[in-house]
């Protein structure tokens, strides 16, 4: 009796945070997990940005960094014509790469529109290459198989009812200038443009799986839920996509369900992020190199094991990795990236099983040195990455009496464990718990070889 009203004590404590915080709509905590169920599964997306920056080829902000001018940044626009634009390919890589859904820029922060929208004329039907290229985009990852994200950004350098802010590129460095430049903007037209394309998007083109809207900067020289109307806009994307999962760059943070997914970008996360103390669904956005949109003259580029232990990683502390590639201005993946999401197939052709379904860890298996875990809850099966290759044997601290039995992913070949030797430190008895593995002397040809360890 005691335990049981314990236990409602701890329950109650544990939820408190949640139901204090407002809300947008009835959904249960249990509905929002079933309605994420399948992108907590996949776990592996990608990121398309394109737009007219693949032409000056030097970072999506370039109209941004360099303070360019609707007038400057035209010849973008007149020059744009990807001839070489196939999303059946784009889908085929991204799909041999493993990944299970896509996210593609419908427009970025310049405010040009890779769709057919009635409320614009800067849009690609109007450029030379003269058609929708979302449609074309949305039927060939559908026919893969992938799911579909839109990016819409929030942000809009050249709508004329756009404010200019702080992070415009006719910016000013005195704050008080701000009201006298931006006589004659109307941010609520803007608004109505905002929520008309937004419409427009989840109305034409099917079932949208998820809307990534970018991004909120609010203050006094920023932007945030009030200039998007966000409660209305969210409201609105529920309505129109009820399964739709929304990022969370709508500056609605003191809503419970204002957001769907936190988004660190670039970042690495030391661990599960929280919320209010419960763990979030989470998704890291990572570029191959330091750009988002095509640049032509970014030589950072991350090396395919450092890739491989991102995704890793990633799943090992419950999060999703969503990879960006910036195609060129003639429509086709940079060479580097071809070669980055080929690196990442021939992993996960393999070793696939340690990601999709797969999550954090229980607690209670510690994790050896140089390697991480992930887990699969539905199998019981446990996944130990090897970061850096040991030399024939592998100590599983505490780890005696719960494998049941230890392969290779790869090729699904026996890896025979006995109990470890304990061992004296400081005077003290340690590892009378661990197993060993037998390893091979020579590592498997696998840029990260994984153990797969079934568990009693
Ligand atoms: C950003 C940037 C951007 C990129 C993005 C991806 O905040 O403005 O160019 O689209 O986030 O997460």
New binding site residues.
Partial sequence: MKSIALFTIMLLLGSLPAHSQKRLTSETEAQKTERLAWWTHDRFGM?I?WGLYALPARH??VKNHERLTNEDYQQYFDAFNPDLYNPAEWAKMAKAAGMKYAVI?TK??EGFCLFDSKFTDYKSVNTAYGKDLIKEWVEAFRKEGLKIGF?Y?L?DWHHPDYTIDSKHPQRVEDAGKYQELNKGKDMNKYREYLHNQVRELLTNYGKIDIL?L??SFPGETGKGNKDWDSEKLIKMVRQLQPGIIIND?LNLEEFADGWDFK?P??TRVPEWPEVNGSKIPWET?QTFSGS??YHRDEYSWKDPKQLVSLLIETVSKGGNLLL?VGPTGRGMFDDRAIQSLEAMGNWMKFNSRSVYGCTQAPESFAVPENTLLTYNPSTNRLYVHLLDYPLQTLRLPGYKGKVKYAQFLHDASEIKFSDAKSYMVNGKVMGTNDLKLGLPVTKPHVSIPVIELILE
Avoid: A, L, V
Wanted: charge should be negative.
């Fill in positions: 990121f940005h999506e902000w820029t970025h922060h990016y950004s942000i990534w970018d991004f760059r988004t970008e670039q956005c988002w949109g960006n």
